[in-house]
């Protein structure tokens, strides 16, 4: 008997994994995913067997701040077209590929730079691989939201988070794998096996090239501006079926269409002004004083994990685990357990709701930290460094799948794309930052009272959780939680 779809809903469901475009997703996360850690975690790893100062490695971290800014150049990648590149590949695919080759280049520059002997030129590509980076991730989020309808964009999100994992174990697990393959002594410092692991590792990014390549152009969406006139037209016409002119009237004078003179004009500056500034004005409306408690809450939720997690690898290191030991444990293993603690997380929050779940990922990724004390007491033993890492990352994977729902439920859905990019930087701007003095701080007080401190300074975090859980409800609160 055939397979159809009446009699097998869950087979023709799946078969949206075979459209092109969500395929597509699959190696454009791969792009996406791999830069991070050739910049921050497998980065640090190199500069501590490089023998460059905590402190220095610490301070180094800062580059991963290019993520928490990028809302501020994000409306030029959304907006402003590329000589050439975007009349022959379409907006989208345009930025993709200027961003994926600025990253290739960036990260060959980084192979071709021993730290030991130009530290400058070194911070200098690892800005670059940052900046191209987030700008990559600018388009793509741009192009996974128009490239196919909503009914599709769940698969669209699978496949680009597993992409995204994959390339985080290649440019993690995969570049160590590589280093230590080429490496004659894990004794000594040896330059070459790193440049071979980031020659390969920028040869990977042509993997992302040639899929934007491959994959079509979205349509064009429609003009923001006119598209949010024409709904309070509708909206109007309604109440007012006598007058069809005011509602159209009122809809262009809040929402005016840009000059069509090339001038920055009136009409420009209010669409401006409606599309970078309503967002926030609305979170504001919306929450009242309230906002604040919301915003500190954001700013400090991950701040335990984010901290401890710069110092991660030059601790490794100093505790005399190799590359292939690290690899396989933390870069390996370790996301294995993030993505398991991720599925509980989900679990966990439709169970006991998410203020719940996110009160428990805050304690949990707060007492992990404490297994780290325990490990530098007990130096080089792999077991305990599995049990560490395996704790640590499940707890954290329970916390980011709380912290990722509480965040989609305060968006309006108006203005989901930008109220969420402001969520996530403002997420990222003051841990990154703290997480910048790491190293001085193991340098003055070391590594146990450094992890006691990570851990205590999850705790404030729980009396925001506890006040935000009894924060009212907003009066009218037009939200959508994807």
Known sequence: MPLTSSTHPWLAALRVYAHPRVVGMLFLGFSAGLP?????????????????????????????????????????????????????????????LLSQLCIMLALLGMANTDPVLNLTHMVFFALAVAFASATQDIALDAYRIE?????????MAATY???????????????????????PSEATYDFHPWKVAYTVMALLMSIGMLTTLIIREPLPPPNLPRQAGEELYREKRDEHQHDPNLPRQAGEELYPLPSRRGGLGWG??????????????????????????????????????????????????EMGFT?????????????????????????????????????LGAVLSAATNLLFVWLAGRGHDVGALVF??????????????????????????AYSATQYALFTSVMLLLPKFIAGFSGEFVDAYGWANFFT????????????????????????RDQQQP
């Open 388 to 413: 560490t890492v395996s704790a640590d990352n499940l707890s954290a994977g329970i916390a980011a799948s709380a912290f990722v729902a509480y965040l989609s439920g305060l968006t309006n859905q």
């Open 36 to 96: 991070l850690l050739l910049v921050l975690g497998t980065l640090s790893f190199w500069l501590s067997e490089a023998g460059i100062e905590r402190a220095t490695i610490g301070h180094l971290s800062w580059v991963g701040l290019a993520y928490g800014f990028k809302f501020l150049w994000s409306p030029l990648v959304d907006r402003l077209n590329l000589p050439f590149l975007t009349r022959t590949f379409g907006r989208r695919r345009a930025w993709l």
């Open 453 to 476: 401190g990570t851990a205590m300074i999850g705790a404030p975090v729980l009396i925001l959780v506890w006040l935000a859980s009894r924060m009212p409800k907003p009066g009218t």
């Open 147 to 155: 490239a196919v309808e909503v009914e599709k964009q769940g698969a």
């Open 268 to 317: 420009s500056l209010k669409w401006l002004h409606e599309a970078f500034m309503q967002p926030f004005v609305d979170f504001f409306q919306r929450y009242k004083w309230h906002a604040l408690l919301i915003l500190s809450l954001i700013a400090v939720y991950r701040i335990s994990d984010v901290v401890m997690g710069v110092m991660s690898n030059p601790f490794y290191q």
């Open 161 to 183: 988070q597993a992409g995204y994992r994959i390339a985080m174990i290649t440019a993690g697990a995969g570049a160590l794998w590589i280093a230590a393959a080429f490496d």
């Open 323 to 359: 590359k292939d030991e690290v690899a396989t444990v933390s870069k390996v293993y370790g996301v294995i357990m993030t993505i398991a603690g991720a599925g509980l997380g989900g679990l966990l929050t439709l169970r006991l709701g998410v203020m719940r779940t996110l009160f």
